[in-house]
């Protein structure tokens, strides 16, 4: 076994985080989906960091969390102020800007 | 390059010729602007400046006469017009024979008319601008005969085109005259796209448009171009002197007040025709063929005018198309080439005379019958208008050419020239030029007898405006010009016969030519002559004077009469030909502009609209859409570089 | 520290132990991934992503980043995570997603893309990394002091910049999240203060500057459902709340003759010609049943 395997993993969770941003509408929900696809970056940054032998792939995943930590805050202000204004949580629902 | 022949620079008096024109254009400018404050005195300004001219253009003709034949044609430049390229035209005066014979045309009968005005438009709010625009069309016509190249030439030729516009539309709130002023510019316009052309080809081929310059090098035109130019000088000619086929603008423009008439659309404009063939006699030298359709036009001419004038009852319309046949004459006579061309500008001065005398008599009648031009409501006024009646009477009988009057001798020479030309033409020329010596007797016989004789139908007849009619004489301001030009139209003839007018215009266009083998000999051609115009008299007494004329206008009448009042059916033969095809053609672009173009316009338009309306249903506003898009193009995008790269 | 300290994971081999470790927590992120997606209530779905979350900081420390893999769990998990779980407790909690789909065609599409996608990754990742032998942290020598400080090393040194930015990305995250959340009305401080507020008042901004009339006042009882009576007799519209409608009620069978309109002298016809009872509410009020005989409540 090689680590070739987590990058597999990762290139599945990533997968499936994209299709549970496309099928579910909750934005909670649609958010977290993000979040795995994020997670799922992580893995193989931290992966190329083991075969590269540097630790500069490590110091991109912390990069990447900081600023996923920084998306969820602001994510989930956006969230909540339209759930505020409209009382609901649905991404189906805010669809005026259209045609 | 050919040698330029050297033309002597005006001197002496001649260096006043640019006096000439800049005193009507001051006169014109004076008149046009200063508005109100000229009223009082507009008039006698008008009156002055081309009294003045004609007395300088005396001072220049005598000028002329002292000097030796060869000498007589001088040039005055006076600045550069324009250089555009290889092009460029001086502003530069030709005093020759030709220019200052009509140079005295103009301003003398001008002068006389002008005159004669100061009457006529006494009640006419508007005189002083109406003596503004008879000044612009005396600087234009000037401007025309002196200028010493193409280009001047034109810019009068369309300056004398804008004043008769003008003019003709004198009494603007009368749609009648405004359309005919329309009328005669839109024709005109026909006739000046010709001249437009003519000169176009002349600048190409020749790279000059200086008379001295293209007449010393007109050897170096193709025989097919010197045709192209005679026949589009012709059409020129033809529009603006209303000859065949462009003669209908002519009869209308008699909407406009009569010293118009009898200045502009009798003596001096509507012969610029003439002038601009014979000024241009070394190109049509050139061109038997030209020369033969310059004859042709003006016999057809001649002979419609002289039938349509015998079928009108209306004065001013039967002088117009009399007008009308006299230019045919005079474009006979210019189309017979070197036999020709001096018997053209003899009849041309002649005809100057005695008939702005004519529609000078005439605007007296019509003034004395409350502005009526129906001959049928005239009758018996020679008791009346006795002044009238007797310059009437000798211009009548210059025109039908009674022995030893001006038409006598002017007519009779072309005439005479006609039975002179090779061949057939001899038999159809002369035959067609006299009889319509005949027809002119007759229709003018028929005029005077209407108007000066017989029962005076008008006693029982009221105005318009239901007054009674109470024929009086002119004034003096009047009746002078008149007399004047009763007197020329009596002695001009014999003067200028005995003072060899050919001879003098030799310089300008070339040394009078007798034809040989006449078919007709030139000493019997006046008993012909006579013997016809005598005949015409008869019938016309016969047909007209010894019967009663019915007020109103017999009908049904037979098919040449009918056809000659509806002048031949040229009114309908433009419409049916020109102005028809011209209003399908426009609607079928108007459709096709609609339809077509529009359509295409709209059409795509629409059809963006359209697609756009549909396709902007693929922004459904839905989050999830727009991130599945953007994930099947992720998926595409790597899908197609792993393919690239692993094919 | 043990685990920190323990010689070569992320070494240039997958030892055993960690191979055993792959096949343990791979399945599970998978697994939680999937329930993520699948779970229809939000609650559920943050709890398996906390599954993966934990799976994947394992993972983290099994690779030779043990800090990363702290700080994915504490930070990632414990913090992110909860501010998850607080959002859906404020919002949504008890919005369980429908199994219907409004979109068409989008779970079919999305399901053919997802797959396609880890179809192409896996494909790529295993051609490209087929025989990859990892050189391993411990052998270049940048994991020379321990995984913490040789990242604090970087982060100093050679990422200062980027650091500091994001620390810059922060605080800025932190205000935007509270100007987007703060939510207090502000109506008290439209008006400008008390001075504007009589101005516009006076030039009639709210429409008459006395406090609207109280119930029942020259009425014959004090309950909020009687209207007020003005001098004359006639009902003060103004004292009638909008959202309650007035009922027809009827005309009472005799006035009582201590009526308050005695006062004003007007014929009884007068009066009682005016649309709506006043004598009939104020009755029935007088007869003491209650506040609602002669209002209803409508919405």
């Given amino acids: ?99 | 390059m050919t040698e330029l022949p050297e033309v002597a620079v005006a001197t002496g008096v001649a260096s006043l010729a640019w006096l000439l024109f800049v005193l009507p254009a001051l006169g014109a400018a004076i008149l046009l602007l200063a508005g109100r404050r000229a009223d009082g005195w507009g008039h006698w300004l008008g009156v002055g400046t081309v009294a003045t001219s004609f007395v300088i253009g005396l001072a220049i003709f005598f000028d002329t006469l002292a000097l030796e034949p060869e000498a007589r044609t001088r040039e005055q430049s006076l600045f550069q017009w324009f250089a555009v390229g290889g092009l460029d035209v001086d502003f530069g005066l030709r005093v020759d024979p030709l220019s200052l014979t009509f140079v005295l045309l103009i301003t003398g009968v001008g002068a006389l008319i002008h005159l004669y005005s100061v009457g006529y438009m006494a009640h006419d709010p508007g005189r002083r601008r109406f003596f503004g625009q008879l000044n612009l069309f005396v600087t234009a016509m000037l401007l025309l005969v002196l200028g010493n190249n193409f280009v001047l030439l034109y810019l009068g030729w369309e300056g004398v085109g804008l004043a008769s516009y003008l003019l003709i539309g004198w009494y603007q709130d009368r749609p009648s005259a405004a359309t005919a002023a329309k009328k005669a510019f839109l024709m005109n316009r026909v006739g000046d796209v010709g001249l437009a052309l003519a000169i176009f080809i002349l600048w190409t081929d020749l790279g000059t448009l200086q008379y001295t310059e293209v007449f010393a090098r007109v050897g170096e035109l193709s025989s097919g171009a010197a045709l192209a130019i005679t026949l589009l000088l012709l059409l020129g000619a033809c529009g603006k002197s209303g000859q065949f086929p462009l003669q209908a603008w002519l009869p209308d423009a008699m909407e406009g007040p009569t010293p118009v008439s009898a200045l502009i659309h009798a003596a001096t404009m509507v012969t610029a025709g003439v002038y601009l063939i014979a000024r241009a006699n070394p190109i049509y030298d050139l061109s038997e063929a030209g020369r033969l359709v310059v004859a042709i036009v003006g016999t057809i001419t001649l002979l419609i005018g002289a039938i349509i004038g015998c079928a009108y009852d209306d004065i001013k319309k039967v002088l117009a198309y009399s007008t009308v046949s006299q230019i045919g004459y005079m474009f006979l006579a210019v189309g017979l080439g070197p036999a020709g061309y001096a018997l053209g500008i003899f009849h041309l001065l002649t005809h100057g005379f005695f008939k702005a005398g004519l529609f000078l008599g005439a605007g007296s009648v019509m003034h004395a019958m409350h502005d009526e031009v129906d001959m049928r409501r005239y009758g018996g006024l020679a008791r009346y208008l006795p002044i009238t009646f007797a310059t009437f009477g000798l211009g009548y009988l210059a025109l039908i050419g009674f022995p030893f009057l001006s038409g006598y001798y002017s007519k009779d020479e072309i005439i005479a020239a006609s039975f002179g030309a090779p061949g057939w033409q001899g038999w159809v020329f002369g035959g067609c030029a006299t009889l319509a010596a005949g027809l002119t007797a007759f229709y003018m016989t028929r005029l005077v007898l209407m108007t000066f004789f017989g029962e005076r139908r008008w006693e029982q007849l009221q105005t318009a405006d239901g007054k009674d009619y109470h024929p009086h004489e002119a004034p003096a301001v009047m009746t002078v010009p008149m007399v004047v030009l009763a007197v020329g139209s009596v002695f001009a003839g014999f003067l200028l016969y005995v003072a060899d007018l050919p001879a003098f215009l030799a310089p300008s266009l070339g040394e009078l030519v007798e034809p040989e083998g006449a078919v007709v000999a030139h000493s019997a051609v006046p008993f012909l002559v006579v013997g016809i115009s005598a005949l015409g008299v008869l019938v016309a007494w016969l047909t007209v004077g010894r019967h009663r004329v019915p007020v109103h206008r017999p009908e049904p009448v037979s098919l040449p009469v009918r056809a000659a009042r509806r002048d031949l059916y040229a009114n309908a033969i433009n419409e049916t030909l020109i102005a028809r095809p011209g209003i399908w053609l426009t609607r079928a672009l108007v459709y096709f502009d609609n339809r077509g173009v529009d359509g295409l316009v709209n059409g795509s338009a629409a059809a963006l609209g359209g697609s756009s309306a549909r396709l902007r249903r693929l922004q459904t506003g839905f989050v999830r859409s727009y991130a599945l898009s953007m994930l099947g193009g992720s998926v595409l995008v790597i899908g197609a570089l792993l393919a690239v790269v692993l094919a | 520290m043990n685990v920190l300290a323990q010689g070569a994971p992320g070494g240039d081999a997958v030892s055993v132990a960690e191979a055993v470790a792959f096949w343990i927590l791979g399945p599970i992120a998978l697994a939680g991934a999937l329930g993520m997606v699948f779970a229809r209530n939000a609650v559920h779905s943050a709890m398996w992503l906390v599954l993966t979350m934990l799976s994947l900081g394992a993972l983290y420390m099994a690779q030779g980043a043990p800090f990363l893999g702290f700080v994915q769990i504490i930070v990632y998990t414990g913090a992110v995570m909860m501010l998850f779980l607080f959002v859906l407790m404020l919002a949504g909690r008890d919005s369980s997603d429908s199994v219907v789909e409004v979109l068409r065609g989008q779970r079919v599409a999305a399901l053919l893309f997802g797959v396609g996608l880890a179809v192409l990754l896996v494909a790529t990742v295993g051609r490209a990394f087929a025989d990859v032998t990892p050189a391993g942290l411990a052998a270049g020598g940048s994991n020379w002091n321990g995984n913490v400080p040789g990242i604090g090393q970087l982060l100093f040194t050679r990422y200062l910049l980027a650091f500091e930015l994001t620390s810059a990305l922060l605080i800025t995250a932190a205000l935007g999240a509270m100007v987007l959340a703060y939510a207090q009305t502000r109506a008290h401080v439209r008006r400008g203060g008390q001075r504007a507020m009589v101005e516009a008042r006076l030039r009639g901004d709210p429409a008459r500057i006395a406090p609207l009339p109280g119930p029942g006042v020259f009425a014959t009882a004090n309950s909020v459902a009687v209207p007020a009576v003005l001098p004359d007799g006639s009902i003060a519209a103004d004292s009638l709340a909008e959202i309650i409608d007035r009922t027809e009620v009827r005309p009472a069978p005799e006035p009582a003759p201590d009526d308050a309109h005695a006062l004003t002298g007007r014929p009884l016809a007068e009066r009682g010609g005016r649309g709506t009872s006043v004598e009939g509410g104020s009755t029935e009020g007088s007869a003491g049943d209650g506040s609602t005989a002669g209002t209803g409540v409508h919405r």
């Fill in chain 1, 1 to 99: 076994m090689t680590p070739t395997a987590y990058l597999l993993l990762s290139a599945l969770l990533f997968a499936i985080g994209a299709v549970g941003v496309l099928v579910r509408r909750n934005a909670i929900v649609v958010f977290m989906c993000i979040e795995l696809m994020l997670n799922a970056v992580n893995l193989s940054l931290v992966t190329f960091a083991r075969i590269n032998g540097t630790l500069d792939g490590q110091v991109m995943a912390f990069f990447a969390m900081v600023v996923a930590a920084a998306e969820v805050v602001v994510g989930l202000a956006i969230i909540m102020s339209i759930f505020r204004t409209r009382r609901t949580a649905s991404v189906d629902d805010a669809n005026l800007l259209k045609y």
